[in-house]
């Protein structure tokens, strides 16, 4: 690494730190100090997507099922018992759909063996698709009678009422654990297949958690989640704004502690001789398996790791806004933006992750203010020349931070394809 | 008149060069056969010729034209055609398709040029409508073969076409090149099968670590001594 | 009888529909990976943005009095689907060529195609907003009946329905005259098979990736504007259904435009199939049952909230367990 990198990243960090004084000197510490703990989560999120393309090539599409997955796991976790849930039939009847489910999930399992009893060739396909209709069936006519009874009876089922903070590590485990069934399933698509199954995993994750109201009160909605520090009423000051801003400063303090934690282990990790083996495999597949390292074990211990990240992240962005909306994920905000961060961070790079994350939601959450600002300008100037005015401008400034993504990307693509700070491989290690 | 001539190539994939100053000449009605160990870079000729690897220094002359560096689209027009050694057949396509592909460059009328092809490989003609896929290796080899021709090369560039097939359809294989050199084409060809390919080249070069080593007609190589001990196995 | 009508409406009609809009996306998307080896997931925005080129075009004609006993929106397509084709053209020599030029992965081609649907999806909002807007506003969506004897319905489609069916029948045929009698055609077909090999006989390459734009772009903007006028225009027509077309060009194959097409109908069909009530069917049926049994009154396969998530299963196990698509060994 050399001196002259080394004062460019500097210079970059510094320049955007210069960016967010001055958004804290326009919007106000409330505002900014919001601005940040949205920044954090997802520079942690980014580090996720990091661990998984950077230091593997994983090409994990699916960013937003693993955010939801956490967002969900808070709520499970931290929100008050439902005791209405609780004292109905619903356990009971759950427990049944549940046993339904492993009887249904045994009875695939056995039939995927049947060709020990020699039964082979197509009719053994045709007892998989047998058992598989079997364990649907078996399953959904347990589960339809027991949702019609939460949903009507309880809502839903609310959560177990216990620290958030626990939450946020269920959804990290949660995430984690998705991510191991598919991993295992998928990781051995080649990059662009498994770029398509992994969008259409989160996709298939959404429309459950969207729908399962039962679970998840899908669009209706959770709210409101507990924080983990005294929220703005809580704090015990009676002036608004400062208690606004001591809670806020509150969760981004803790935010930034864990983060940090997380960040050095990760950076001690890479530095390790495990993060070289990684590197390896990500360079040389065929190589790092004739050396004899178990590239696939590796490959799932990283795509788990990397989910676990975003996990955590995700549990955190719905415990700040203290709602989980099953509605309100979309692969745009949700999935690509993380990309973006990584690319305009520089893959392989965990201060560039960092770096990409916090910069990509200060240009996102700011490309609004200042396009609208733009649009009413042009909107006198227009109106000045005496030509209509333009309609809605609020709706369409906000539409202004899509178009600006796209042009991130692309730029960063042609001009920066290694990102603002690069991986520098240290050419002599020390160790 | 020479139709190829390279001189002092120096060519190879980015990193340390492969040909380090290979020069050729071919007459017209040559069948010239390039030989050489594993590794000795006797594919890269072709495809430093056929611009398909960087040429660095040096330069290569065709009918007149130093064509150094051109593209494939270009050269075929001018009456180069080759064969790589392997996916050397559209596998979806027919075996007409693939004809019809070789003479993609032609506006003209080209049925006389595929009659003349079926003429040449008689077993493809019953199998017009089928995919290439489909065909024993020998016969794919013939439809490369007849792809390459359609565009009535002057010249026709051959990496290894007797390589993977079973020793009759390798005997076939040295047939046909000889067939299409009597119908006027010049053939340029590696050749792993050294002994045999030598025995029906009216030119041989030798090869070996990216230069040239020995030139002569095939039968000298054969009979020469240095030669038949290094390279062609004694 | 009635069941049988409400079969048809629910299943073949919505199937059909739904199919051929899949089906006119996947070739494109199909035949944009069979040259160029990534996948364009800006498709589902390229046809979007043809839809707003029809509406454009639409109004200019309305603006100008000019009617016809057809919707205008279908009216417009000649001169929509070049302007589409232009379109396509600039963006892949805006954003996609000088990433080829510069030999990138195809997985950084795929990641601009994202760049570029953000883009469009961004510019879209920006000059339309973002709320729906339809091609019926000055002129009446015609609805046809066939009154079935013996039922109380009748089978109804819409007439942008059937010119959608009769379009998608046009365009799949002229696409495979094209790709087995043109010399253009053949080409593209060759350079899907082996790009290396189409080079070295000489084909030029740079006028196949044209031709590829040029049909992709059109098709794009043909499915778009046929399902803008069958439901509505929005900035997100087509950016929800990326994955189900992109569910159909696996299943058929990616690289296969045959296998896409067929690929289209099954995942249409697939989705309308999956959330269909039989029960309605099994009704006339209900005075044979043995006693105590009672029809329930949902039996579909799946909650008619996960239409979608059908597509998205397909594709997933698709991919998983015949990544090449599941007519392979049957065509090539």
Redesign the interface.
Same mark, same amino acid.
């Given at each position: 690494m050399s001196t002259g990198d080394n004062r460019r990243d500097a210079l970059l960090i510094a320049g955007l730190g210069v960016i967010i004084v001055g958004v804290w000197l326009w919007l106000g510490s409330a505002s900014t100090i919001q601005l940040m703990v949205s920044a954090v989560s997802y520079a942690l999120i980014a580090l996720g997507l990091n661990v998984q393309w950077g230091y593997a090539g994983q090409f994990n599409f699916g960013v937003m099922g693993f955010l939801m997955l956490g967002g969900y796991a808070v709520v499970l976790t931290s929100f008050p018992v439902n005791e209405a849930f609780w004292s109905s039939d619903g356990p009971n009847l759950l427990g049944r759909a549940i046993v339904a489910a492993l009887l249904g999930l045994a009875l695939v399992l056995a039939a995927h063996r049947v060709d020990r009893i020699g039964i082979r060739g197509r009719a053994k396909v045709f007892v998989v698709v047998v058992a598989y209709a079997l364990a649907y069936l078996g399953y959904r006519s347990q589960i339809d009678p027991a949702t019609v009874l939460i949903e009507s009876e309880a809502g839903f089922v609310g959560g177990f009422g216990l620290h958030p903070i626990l939450g946020w590590l269920v959804g990290g485990i949660l995430a984690g654990i998705v991510a191991y069934l598919v991993g295992k399933a998928c990781l051995g698509l080649r990059t662009d297949y498994l770029a398509i199954a992994t969008i259409g995993i989160a996709e298939i994750i959404r429309a459950l958690l969207k729908n399962m109201d039962w679970l998840t009160r899908g669009t209706l909605t959770v709210s409101p989640l507990p924080w983990p520090v005294p929220t703005a009423l809580e704090t015990g000051i009676d002036d608004a704004t400062l208690s606004l801003i001591t809670a806020r400063a509150g969760f981004l303090s803790l935010l930034v502690v864990l983060i940090a934690v997380i960040f050095v282990l990760l950076q001690r990790a890479y530095a390790a001789p495990w993060g070289r083996m990684m590197r390896a495999i990500r360079d040389n597949h065929i190589a790092a398996e004739a050396m004899g390292k178990d590239v696939k074990a590796r490959q799932l211990e990283i795509f788990v790791l990397g989910a676990f990240l975003m996990g955590i992240g995700g549990a955190m962005l719905s415990t700040y806004v203290q709602l989980f909306d099953p509605g309100g994920y979309q692969p745009i905000n949700h999935t690509f933006i993380v990309w973006v961060m990584v690319i305009v961070g520089g893959a392989g790079s965990n201060v560039g992750a960092l770096f990409g994350g916090v910069l990509i939601i200060v240009a996102w959450n700011m490309s609004e203010p200042v396009s609208r600002l733009l649009f009413q300008q042009l909107d006198t100037l227009v109106q000045a020349i005496g030509w209509a005015g333009i309609p809605d401008v609020d709706a369409r400034a906000l539409q202004m931070r899509v178009f600006l993504l796209g042009v991130v990307i692309t730029i960063a693509l042609r001009y920066a394809p290694r990102g603002l700070i690069p991986e520098r491989i240290r050419r002599h290690e020390d160790e | 008149m020479t139709l190829i001539a390279a001189s002092g190539l120096v060519a190879g994939y980015g990193g340390a060069p492969i040909l380090n100053g290979v020069d050729l000449e071919v007459e017209p009605d040559d069948i010239a056969v390039i030989v050489g160990p594993n590794g000795a870079g006797k594919s890269t000729v072709l495809k430093a010729i056929f611009g398909l690897v960087a040429v660095a220094e040096g330069n290569v002359v065709f009918d007149g034209d130093d064509i150094t560096n051109a593209a494939p689209d270009t050269l075929v027009p001018m009456g180069m055609s080759f064969v790589p050694q392997e996916f050397n057949i559209f596998t979806s396509m027919t075996v007409e398709e693939n004809l019809e592909m070789g003479a993609y460059i032609r506006r003209d009328d080209f049925s006389e040029t595929m009659a003349s092809v079926y003429d040449m490989f008689p077993d493809l003609l019953s199998k017009r409508r089928q995919k290439a896929g489909e065909l024993s290796g020998g016969q794919r080899q013939m439809v490369a073969m007849g792809r390459a021709l359609m565009s009535k090369p002057k010249l026709l560039l051959m990496d290894e076409p007797s390589a993977g097939l079973s020793p009759i359809y390798m005997e076939q294989v040295f047939e046909h090149v000889q067939r299409v050199n009597r119908a006027g084409v010049c053939v340029l060809m590696v050749e792993q099968n050294a002994r045999r390919a030598l025995a029906i080249a009216s030119k041989g070069l030798v090869i070996a670590n990216g230069r040239n080593r020995f030139t002569g007609t095939g039968q000298d190589l054969i009979n020469d001594p240095d030669v038949a001990k290094s390279f062609l196995g004694g | 009888m009635n069941e049988l009508v409400f079969f048809i409406n629910k299943v073949l009609v919505s199937g059909s529909v739904l199919g051929s809009v899949y089906a006119l996306g996947a070739v494109g998307v199909t035949l944009i990976f069979g040259i160029l080896r990534? +996948?364009h997931f800006a498709h589902g925005d390229m046809m979007t943005m043809g839809a707003f080129v029809s509406f454009l075009l639409a109004a200019a004609f309305a603006a100008i009095g000019i009617q016809t006993p057809l919707p205008t929106g279908f009216i417009v397509l000649p001169f929509a689907l070049p302007i589409a084709a232009a379109l396509a053209l600039s963006i892949d020599r805006g954003?996609y060529k000088?990433?080829r030029d510069r030999g &990138? #992965?195809? /997985? *950084?081609l795929?990641?601009?195609s994202? !760049?570029? *649907?953000?883009?469009?999806? !961004?510019?879209i909002?920006?000059f339309f !907003? /973002?709320s729906n807007r339809s091609f019926f506003e000055n002129e009446a969506k015609e609805i046809f009946r066939i009154a079935v004897i013996g039922a109380k319905r009748s089978i109804s489609f819409s007439e942008p329905q059937v010119l959608l069916i009769i379009t998608t029948v046009v365009a799949v045929t002229a696409l495979h005259l094209f790709l087995t009698r043109s #010399?253009l055609g053949?080409?593209m #077909? +060759?350079m899907a098979?082996?790009a290396?090999? +189409?080079? &070295?006989? !000489?084909?030029? *390459?740079g006028e196949v990736v044209r031709a590829t734009w040029i049909i992709a772009g059109s098709l794009a903007c043909l499915a778009g504007t046929m399902l803008a006028l069958d439901v509505s225009l929005k900035p997100d027509l087509a950016f929800n259904i990326v994955?189900p077309i992109? +569910?159909a060009a696996?299943v058929g194959g990616l690289g296969h435009p045959y296998g896409a097409i067929a690929g289209g109908f099954l995942v249409g069909f697939a989705e309308t199939l999956a959330v269909f009530n039989w029960s309605s069917v099994l009704r006339p049926f209900k005075d044979v049952l043995p006693d105590g049994w009672t029809l329930p009154s949902n039996l579909s396969l799946v909650?008619t909230?996960?239409k979608?998530?059908v597509a998205? &299963?397909i594709? /997933?196990i698709v991919?998983?367990f015949r990544?090449t698509g599941i007519f392979k060994g049957a065509s *090539?």
């Open positions: - | - | 990534f +996948a954003f000088p990433l &990138v #992965r195809p /997985v *950084t795929l990641i601009a994202i !760049g570029v *649907t953000l883009m469009i999806q !961004g510019l909002r920006l !907003g /973002v #010399r053949k080409g #077909r +060759a098979d082996n290396d090999l +189409a080079r &070295v006989s !000489g084909i030029n *390459t994955l992109f +569910a696996i909650p909230d996960y979608l998530t998205f &299963v594709l /997933v991919l998983l990544p *090539t």
